[in-house]
């Protein structure tokens, strides 16, 4: 069975950091694209970092750039998202997802294996 477990959210002060873990198993995930998505209430889903599987090119979106940092160890077979400058606008649901696809991608579909989610909030 394919599966992610994540872990490493909660309640931060603005500008303050929070480092996100999410490990796999049931599959290798150097043999996948991965990604960082998040959803706050009343919004949709968003892509906010992801990992091609080819060439290991990173992206991020411009909301998160320079703050938010994707990564992977490949023998602990888990993914990591470093959020650092924390605002409230982050406050969300996080999720990570693996794909079969050989570009870095921000488009939820493209991913086949999720994790469960782990709620993120930023407040004073």
């Known amino acids: 069975q394919l599966q992610l477990v994540e872990s490493g959210g909660g309640l931060v002060q603005p500008g303050r950091s929070l480092r996100l873990s999410c490990a796999a198993s049931?599959?290798?995930?150097?043999?996948?694209?991965i990604g960082w998505f998040r959803q706050a209430p009343g919004k949709e889903r968003e892509g906010v970092s992801c990992?091609?599987?080819?060439?290991?090119?990173?992206n991020s979106a411009d909301s998160v750039k320079g703050r938010f940092t994707i990564s992977r160890d490949n023998a602990k077979n888990t993914m990591y998202l470093d959020m650092n400058g924390l605002v409230p606008e982050d406050t969300a649901v996080y999720y990570c997802a693996a794909g079969r696809v050989g570009h870095c991608s921000g488009n939820a579909d493209e991913y086949v294996v999720w994790g469960q989610g782990t709620q993120v909030t930023v407040s004073s």
């Open positions: 990992i091609s599987y080819v060439g290991g090119i990173a």
């Open positions: 049931g599959f290798t995930l150097d043999d996948y694209s």
